[in-house]
């Protein structure tokens, strides 16, 4: 055994459908401006630039049905709704074609993210990270396995917020898709089991404040549910 200096933190991981195990994560990627309509929002020309990636840590994950606190240090506290992909065979320098053999399951995500602080980061030239990697910010629903669902490559997208719908789309609409992704991210990358891809978000993304219940389903995949709570005290909103 090990000794640490301090008890070792717990590992992040994930509820499985069906399943009393979960599925312990190591990293997450996030793909950006993965859907046309949601570039347009944000001010950018989709096309087919290859994809661009940031990373958030896997102790960011929050589990669907959760409480979270208004997070400090924003006052514009945006979700987005994503397909997550969860890899759960080693995959380097695939092609598109094999890369689905790499794929454990899928989940319902929700990228939630400092816009303010995320467009002031962009505008600078600056790292996303206070935008996206910030504590409680990898909200996932429960994986369900490829085995029993397939790869998703068409299906409604959806995310409402007290009822509303915010956020509809097609996992058709993705610019790149599920196999182009994990091809295209495994040039960079040794992926392994454990491994996270949030695909990105279509448009309708906004703010939320304390107060607020999302609630979003990707057909064929699964369901998600945050609230979101009051602000810690002190914290800037
Ligand atoms: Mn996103």
């Known amino acids: 055994m090990t000794e640490y200096v301090f008890p070792a933190p717990p590992v992040p991981a994930v509820r499985v459908s069906g399943s009393g195990a979960r599925y312990p994560v190591s990293r997450i990627f996030c793909v950006g401006r993965n859907y046309a309509a949601?570039?347009?929002?944000?001010?950018?020309d989709p096309d087919r630039e290859p994809p661009f990636y940031f990373t958030k840590?896997?102790?960011a994950l929050v589990e669907s049905g959760a409480t979270v606190a208004y997070p400090p240090a924003t006052a514009n506290y945006h979700y987005e709704m994503e397909l997550v992909i969860a890899i759960g065979r080693p995959a380097f320098r695939v092609a598109p074609e094999e890369a689905l053999e790499a794929v454990w399951g899928y989940a319902c995500g929700l990228d939630m993210t400092r816009r303010d602080l995320q467009i002031k980061a962009r505008e600078m030239g600056r790292p996303w990270d206070l935008?996206?990697?910030?504590?409680?910010?990898?909200?996932?629903?429960?994986?369900v396995p490829a085995s029993a669902i397939g790869h998703p490559s068409k299906g409604l997208i959806q995310l409402s917020v007290n009822g509303a719908v915010k956020q509809s789309?097609?996992?058709?609409?993705?610019?790149?898709s599920v196999p182009e992704v994990v091809a295209h991210l495994s040039q960079f990358y040794h992926l392994g089991p454990g491994d996270l891809i949030y695909t990105g978000t279509p448009e309708g993304v906004g703010p939320v404040v304390a107060g607020d219940r999302l609630e979003g389903r990707i057909d064929g995949?699964?369901?998600?549910?945050l609230a979101v709570g009051p602000a810690a005290p002190g914290s800037i909103e």
Do not use: C, Q, Y
């Open 38 to 44: 949601h570039a347009r929002e944000m001010g950018f």
């Open 57 to 59: 840590p896997a102790n």
């Open 169 to 176: 789309s097609d996992l058709s609409a993705l610019i790149w």
């Open 221 to 225: 995949v699964g369901t998600i549910a």
């Open 131 to 143: 935008g996206k990697g910030f504590e409680d910010s990898a909200v996932i629903g429960e994986l």
